[in-house]
């Protein structure tokens, strides 16, 4: 973590990675650390709502809807939000957000799927609710480190009782590279959310891919931690 600790990526440069396509994060498959894991986060309940954090477009919201649940996501990218409903083939609408100024909402014609263009710690529960289910992948390990503090925050509060939170992290040697992903260690996850939740590892798996080698690494583990509120 140390040697990542300064390290910010503004606003506008992920915008700009979306604008040049370079979206190495995206995935056209569910995740299978989210199909392995979904049954935790379900707990046999239906119409969950769901929060994705930075969700980009991901192909697990649709997933999930088709499913009976309703998502809600964040991310800064209308190119990413305009290129999720596009893709699958989802008519939706467009609208202002009062309690966030600058801030658009688009929302599926079937008004299963809902997703906020803004900063993410401009998104507060009194903007769309709390949430039963929340799916993390690419959220915590992109906010900047220094913001990990006020991201455990706004994620605790959007938090129902009975919510179930799936976080996918990474670990590798931070040494030769900078982020993102950023490595999120089981002590920052504790640091984070382990006065209110409790933190489980559920599965961890070998991420390392061809395009890792570039980033100057030679292992990365991919891990998948349950988090449930502890009762207050």
Same mark, same amino acid.
């Given at each position: 973590?140390?040697?990542?600790?300064?390290?910010?990526?503004?606003?506008?440069?992920?915008?700009?990675?979306?604008?040049?396509?370079?979206?190495?994060?995206?995935?056209?498959?569910?995740?299978?650390?989210?199909?392995?894991?979904?049954?935790?986060?379900?707990?046999?309940?239906?119409?969950?709502?769901?929060?994705?954090?930075?969700?980009?477009?991901?192909?697990?919201?649709?997933?999930?809807?088709?499913?009976?649940?309703?998502?809600?996501?964040?991310?800064?990218?209308?190119?990413?939000?305009?290129?999720?409903?596009?893709?699958?083939?989802?008519?939706?609408?467009? $609208?202002? =957000?009062? /309690? #966030?100024? *600058?801030?658009?909402?688009?929302?599926? !014609?079937? @008004?299963?799927? &809902?997703?906020?263009?803004?900063?993410?710690?401009?998104?507060?529960?009194?903007?769309?609710?709390?949430?039963?289910?929340?799916?993390?992948?690419?959220?915590?390990?992109?906010?900047?480190?220094?913001?990990?503090?006020?991201?455990?925050?706004?994620?605790?509060?959007?938090?129902?009782?009975?919510?179930?939170?799936?976080?996918?992290?990474?670990?590798?040697?931070?040494?030769?590279?900078?982020?993102?992903?950023?490595?999120?260690?089981?002590?920052?996850?504790?640091?984070?959310?382990?006065?209110?939740?409790?933190? $489980?590892? =559920?599965? /961890? #798996?070998? *991420?390392?891919?061809?395009?890792?080698? !570039?980033? @100057?690494?030679? &292992?990365?583990?991919?891990?998948?931690?349950?988090?449930?509120?502890?009762?207050?």
């Amino acid at each position: 973590m140390s040697a990542q600790a300064n390290r910010v990526m503004a606003l506008s440069e992920w915008e700009d990675r979306w604008k040049e396509g370079k979206i190495g994060f995206h995935r056209t498959e569910v995740h299978k650390l989210l199909e392995n894991n979904l049954d935790k986060v379900v707990c046999g309940r239906k119409e969950i709502r769901f929060f994705f954090p930075l969700c980009g477009k991901s192909v697990d919201m649709k997933w999930l809807a088709d499913m009976g649940h309703t998502v809600v996501g964040v991310e800064i990218s209308q190119k990413g939000i305009k290129q999720f409903f596009e893709e699958q083939d989802l008519a939706y609408n467009e $609208e202002a =957000v009062p /309690a #966030i100024p *600058g801030a658009k909402l688009f929302k599926s !014609a079937d @008004g299963k799927i &809902s997703i906020y263009q803004c900063d993410l710690f401009k998104f507060s529960s009194a903007v769309a609710g709390k949430f039963g289910g929340i799916w993390d992948r690419g959220g915590l390990v992109a906010i900047n480190p220094c913001d990990r503090e006020k991201y455990g925050s706004l994620l605790v509060s959007l938090m129902n009782n009975d919510c179930r939170y799936l976080v996918d992290t990474v670990e590798y040697n931070p040494e030769p590279y900078k982020g993102p992903p950023f490595y999120v260690s089981e002590e920052d996850l504790k640091n984070m959310f382990g006065a209110h939740c409790i933190i $489980e590892l =559920v599965q /961890a #798996i070998d *991420g390392f891919e061809e395009r890792h080698k !570039a980033w @100057g690494l030679d &292992s990365l583990t991919e891990k998948v931690h349950l988090l449930s509120p502890k009762a207050q």
